[in-house]
């Protein structure tokens, strides 16, 4: 089925240790984002990509990097893992262009000791 | 994109229609109102989408009111699935590629 595959669904990272956190979609949309979402909270906006080969802040950058590979990839890296980093991480992607709703993956659980 | 306000919570019996309400009052001549939902844990849910006309699809009803400043989800026959979190978004389309999700609607339906 179409959409957008983000892996892994689940982590456990020491603090100081780095990761990649993985997203591929297959509908060839131009958008990507990532987005985190704490306990009870709402989705807070980290990056997104408008197209391949930008990528732009969003309300919480800090400690995240990202990279849009190719049209299809967009990955979130956290190069020193902090405890406050503890969330879900879900990606999307859309075609603006087209005026269509966003699309989600399933979410990655991440946990920081 | 204009803010939104929505209530923290409301419960629906099963079997019932369940009308959430959305304030926009902000909203600008060119921003559809659209409606995604979050079941449990799950990434958020495409519901409905629209301008200033009502709409329907096979999910639910948006009516838009005619000053366009509040809208309303309605789910006509709720059933427990339909428990979850509900948001109401503003926004351009073809513009500012930022969907911001506020803390939304927490909905549970009752047996």
């Known amino acids: 089925n179409a959409g957008v595959t983000q892996t892994p669904k689940f982590q456990v990272l020491k603090t100081g240790q780095s990761m990649t956190l993985q997203c591929a979609q297959d509908m060839n949309h131009n958008s990507m984002y990532w987005y985190r979402q704490d306990p009870g909270m709402g989705l807070r906006l980290i990056y997104y990509?408008?197209?391949?080969?930008?990528?732009d802040k969003g309300e919480v950058p800090n400690g995240y990097n990202v990279s849009r590979l190719n049209k299809r990839e967009f990955s979130l890296r956290l190069e020193s893992a902090a405890p406050s980093q503890t969330s879900v991480y879900f990606c999307?992607?859309?075609?603006?262009?087209?005026?269509?709703?966003?699309?989600f993956g399933d979410g990655t659980r991440l946990s920081i000791l | 994109d204009a803010k939104t306000t929505q209530p923290t919570s409301m419960d629906c019996a099963e079997g019932r229609a369940a009308n959430l309400p959305c304030n926009h009052s902000?909203?600008?001549?060119?921003?559809?109102v659209y409606w995604y939902r979050q079941i449990h844990s799950q990434g958020p849910q495409y519901i409905i989408h629209?301008?200033?006309n009502n709409e329907t699809n096979e999910m639910a009803s948006l009516i838009i009111t005619e000053d366009r400043k509040s809208s309303t989800l309605i789910l006509p026959h709720a059933t427990l699935r339909d428990t979850a979190v509900y948001y109401c978004i503003v926004r351009v389309p073809f513009g500012n590629e930022k969907l911001t999700f506020g803390t939304g609607t927490r909905l549970t339906i009752i047996p």
């Open positions: 990509s408008a197209s391949e080969g930008t990528t």
């Open positions: 999307a992607s859309w075609d603006i262009m087209r005026n269509q709703p966003q699309h």
């Open positions: 629209g301008l200033k």
């Open positions: 902000t909203i600008s001549g060119n921003e559809y």
